[in-house]
């Protein structure tokens, strides 16, 4: 299972790395040299083989690896100073593959990613508990991670945020949005919310019904940034232009924001033959048993006004 995982994602790499290199094969030497490459090596891709794994595994130590987790921009930087030369790809270093990233973050977020997976002893179950956390859209508890790889998993998800979105949690943090979310937080009930969505099965399902955990939530949310404006301790102004900031870096937003990271949904639903489970619902069923859910409760409700 391993290895099949890890494929996936050093396929996503390769046909990203593809798709980065193309429109620049006419400007730079280096990009032709990376599309030529591929061509010879990766042409044909076996998704069991454990060649890949194997190979990158050997080069890609834990010795060299590990200092990834933890690292600022400043000491990401020196990382890929240090190691340029060795080979992600056959025949294509680490500062061949740079020219062709828009962001460092991308190539971070990869190579974390690899690190994770080239560890052979992650059961079946670690697996799918790991990869629902990086969705990002399931209650999996910590717990549920082993130990020794929650720390990498967590980081994981904080470089896909940044490469989606375009800003890291320093960047949300520091604006009125983000004081605002933190106070809230402080004073969600989490194991309610939770609760709900495990009840109703899915985060939208749980939006459908204003009694339960994430209906509260977002009822106390409406009333704090109501008392706090027209008290005066939020300004409507601030709030729009760090929405609008916020916005800018969004992928289509004037540029902003990077759609280059590996698609955690996509490869799940490679996955999920293997894994002898099904799917997590697509976005339109789920709005589809949302609808559903609503009806039904407005003809209990006005049953029971009869």
């Known amino acids: 299972m391993t290895t099949y995982v890890f494929n996936q994602y050093f396929l996503t790499f390769i046909k990203t790395v593809k798709k980065n290199a193309k429109p620049l094969k006419e400007k730079k030497a280096v990009a032709r040299d990376i599309l030529n490459k591929i061509h010879a090596f990766y042409s044909t891709f076996d998704n069991k083989s454990k060649d890949y794994l194997e190979a990158y595994s050997t080069i890609f130590t834990d010795f060299i690896c590990n200092p990834l987790v933890d690292c600022n921009k400043e000491e990401l930087d020196k990382w890929f100073e240090d190691n340029e030369s060795l ?3 056959n025949n294509i270093p680490i ?5 062709v990233f828009k ?5 971070h977020q990869f190579l974390l990613i690899f690190h994770l997976f080239k560890n052979t002893d992650l059961t079946e179950d670690n697996i ?3 990869m629902e956390k990086l969705k990002g859209t399931s209650t999996i508890e910590d717990d549920l991670i082993p130990e020794k790889y929650r720390k990498i998993v967590n980081r994981i998800g904080e470089l896909a945020i940044e490469n989606k979105t375009g800003f890291t949690m320093e960047d949300i943090e ?3 949005i983000g004081k605002l979310a933190k106070e809230i937080m402080e004073d969600v009930d989490i194991e ?11 985060i939208l399902g749980a939006l459908s019904d204003p009694d339960n955990g994430i209906g509260n939530l977002i009822s106390d949310v409406s009333q704090k940034m109501a008392t706090k404006l027209k008290n005066g301790e939020l300004k409507q102004d601030a709030l729009l232009k760090d929405a609008l900031n916020m916005a800018g870096k969004l992928p ?3 540029g902003g924001g990077g759609g280059d990271g590996p698609d955690i949904g996509n490869i799940m639903k490679m996955m999920s033959g293997m894994m002898g489970g099904a799917n997590m619902p697509s976005s339109r069923s789920m709005q589809r048993k949302m609808d559903k859910k609503s009806k039904l409760k407005k003809k209990l409700d006005s049953k029971n006004k009869e």
């Open 103 to 107: 962001k460092t973050t991308i190539l």
């Open 95 to 99: 500062k061949n593959i740079k020219v």
């Open 192 to 202: 309610k919310v939770k609760k709900s969505i495990n009840t109703e099965g899915d």
């Open 128 to 130: 799918k508990n790991i």
């Open 252 to 254: 289509g937003m004037n």
């Open 174 to 176: 520091d604006t009125s």
């Open 87 to 89: 080979n992600i790809l």
